[in-house]
Antibody, heavy 121, light 108 residues
């Protein structure tokens, strides 16, 4: 059974940094692309970034490009999202999610339960 | 950027058929995926590659995609299917995942 668990959310001041982690289990983490997506309170889903299984392909949403960095450690079955220069509009529940392809198929077949990031002074 | 347009809300009586649309320029040339999200929960994939159902999704869920509109159809709607539904595509021009704004399905 595919299981994705996010860690690292919390409250942070504008301009500061935060790193999220996501541990995958129940599947061969090495073989799948992985996404981060987010959802602001009461709003819709917004895609953040994706990384292919081997890290060779990485894409970011325009709203986070240059501030956020996605990475992975396949030996630890872990996906990361380094978030720098955080803004109040980055306040969201952040979801880790699996792409059904080893590359970037561009869809999502499993989602974690999410971790809340609140950016406020 | 590629924009997916969904109606904010759809209402249907129990046992009737709900149709949730997702509109965009030439969306029929893309693969559309649909997610169901109940309050306080993570999204769940309910339709992928336009008309394929993941295991565990009832046959009452079906999908279609042609021209400028993709549609998620839920027949014999049940109260437990009241949720927000999102369509999604991969925009190969920008290498971005794109979500629609979401449709709140209300079962009357």
């Amino acid at each position: 059974q595919v299981h994705l668990v996010e860690f690292g959310g919390g409250a942070v001041q504008p301009g500061r940094s935060l790193t999220l982690s996501c541990v995958g289990s129940g599947f061969n983490f090495n073989n799948y692309g992985m996404h981060w997506a987010r959802q602001a309170p009461g709003k819709g889903l917004q895609w953040v970034a994706v990384m292919s299984s081997d890290g060779s392909d990485i894409y970011y949403a325009d709203s986070v490009k240059g501030r956020f960095s996605i990475s992975r450690d396949n030996a630890k079955n872990t996906l990361y999202l380094q978030m720098n220069s955080l803004r109040p509009e980055d306040t969201s529940v952040y979801y880790c999610a699996r792409d059904p392809g080893a590359g970037v198929a561009g869809s999502i077949d499993y989602w974690g339960q999410g971790t809340l990031v609140t950016v406020s002074s | 950027s590629y924009v997916l347009t969904q109606p904010p809300s759809v209402s249907v009586a129990p046992g009737k058929t709900a149709r949730i649309t997702c509109g965009a320029n030439r969306i029929g040339s893309k693969s559309v995926h649909w997610y169901q999200q109940k309050p306080g929960q993570a999204p769940v994939l309910v339709m992928y590659y336009n008309d394929d159902r993941p295991s565990g999704i009832p046959e009452r869920f079906s999908g279609s995609n042609s021209g400028n509109t993709a549609t998620l159809t839920i027949s014999s709607v049940e109260a437990g299917e009241e949720a927000d539904y999102y369509c999604q595509v991969w925009d190969s021009d920008t290498d971005h995942v794109v979500f629609g704004g979401g449709t709140k399905l209300t079962v009357l």
